[in-house]
Structures are given as structure tokens and as C-alpha cells.
């Protein structure tokens, strides 16, 4: 009987635990929104954004302008901006970031990960190929235009190359409020760079069609920049 009770206890305590853990890690909102308190008046630290006080709350918290223009540039030729929740308050609690990409005739969008989110994107405008690559070091890669809708699955390394005669612009939605960028170096070693003008010049030798398949080249390409 005294074992019994004891399996009984703990069975409980461990359906308690994962109930609690499965909430702290993911909550239904309690409220309707949630816009935060800006950075800079925040007096307590959490791991989030205070909300700031409801009868402060405006329909100007829920508009952002942040993407209405290209990032800095950098040295591939392109530019990464990511919106969350810091700079669009209404953002807050809900589970979402923003971002827009901008790449130059021939620019790549460097190997780079999101740790804490899934990618989706929709190209604005422009000819491009997005790629990313899976934990198998299988390569997934897709030409891409005007209205195409790709997918990059959480914490994967992924690139966007622009293969057209225009700058390609790209949206981003990212199902955290805070996805994170993580990204092989800030300043790309002699190496690095070879690795990646071999990749751009393989990626452009090849067709549509040619792309659609496995590729064993063009992982090999893509491993080179990772660990050069």
C-alpha cells in the first residue's frame, strides 16, 4: 500500500509539473492586448515587456512604419531589419516579429539562423533563391518571385540570394517576440568571403529546374561558408 501511494504521488506531482511548465512556456493571453512599456521607461527587468498602462493604449500602438525602409547595407550586399516588440509595442505578448530584407542585383542575405523562431516570407518584388539547411545537412532550396511564399523551420541556417535585375525586397513574419539572429561572423574572414562568391557563382550557373533537385555541389558550398 505505501508503494502505491507513492506512485500515486508522484504521477500527480508529475502531471502538476508538466502542466506548469507547458504554461510558463506558452500562455493564452489573459488580456486582449498587451502593448509594452518602451525600453527606456522600464524600471523592472522581466523576461518579455511590461504592458504599459491600458488607458495609455492607442490604435498608434497597434501601426508600425519601422519597415517602410531598407536597413543598413552590409558587406554582401544586402540588409537585414527585424521589428519586435521593443520598437512596435503593439506586438507585445503575442507571439510575433516583423522583418524586411533588401538585396542588391547579384547581394546575398549571408547564412544566418533565427534560435528562437520559425521564418516565414513573402518576396515583395524580385527574382531570388532561398534556401535553408536542416540538421541532416540536407540542403532545401527554391527560386522564388513576386508573391511566393517560403517557409524556413525553426533555428535552420538559411540564405536568399538575389538572381534577378532588380533589388529583391523581402517580408518577414516570425512566430516569436523575440526571434533572434544568429549569424556565422559579423566580419566574414578572406575565407569566408571565397567560400561565398563560390556559392553565388554555382547558384547562378544553375537553371530553375536544376535547382528544384538535391544538390550534393551546392551543400558542399554552403558547408565551406559554415566552417570557413
Known sequence: ??????????????????????????????KDFCPATPPEKQAIFINGLPCEDPDNTSAHDFKSMELS??????????????????????LNTLGLAIGRSD????????????????????VSEGV??????????????????????????????HFFLNRGAQVATVFSVFNSQNPGLGSLSSIPSDSTLESVEKLKRMLASLSDSEL????????SAVLDIIYS
Not at 2 to 30: G, P, Q, W, Y
Not at 103 to 122: C, F, K, S, W
Request: overall charge negative.
Open 212 to 219: 528544384d533537385g538535391v544538390n550534393d555541389d551546392l551543400t
Open 128 to 157: 531570388l533563391v532561398a534556401a535553408f539547411l536542416d540538421t541532416q545537412n540536407q540542403l532545401f532550396q527554391k527560386t522564388l518571385r513576386d508573391g511566393d511564399v517560403f517557409v524556413i523551420p525553426k533555428g535552420l541556417f
Open 69 to 90: 525602409k531598407a536597413g543598413s547595407r552590409d558587406d554582401f550586399g544586402s540588409s537585414i531589419k527585424i521589428v519586435t516588440a521593443s520598437k512596435f509595442l503593439g
Open 1 to 30: 500500500m505505501k508503494i502505491k501511494s507513492h506512485s500515486s504521488f508522484f504521477l500527480v506531482f508529475f502531471i502538476a509539473f508538466s502542466r506548469t511548465h507547458v504554461c510558463l512556456a506558452e500562455c493564452d493571453n489573459l
Open 103 to 122: 538585396i542588391e542585383v547579384d547581394g546575398l542575405v549571408n547564412l544566418h539562423n533565427h534560435p528562437r523562431a520559425t521564418e516565414m516570407i513573402y
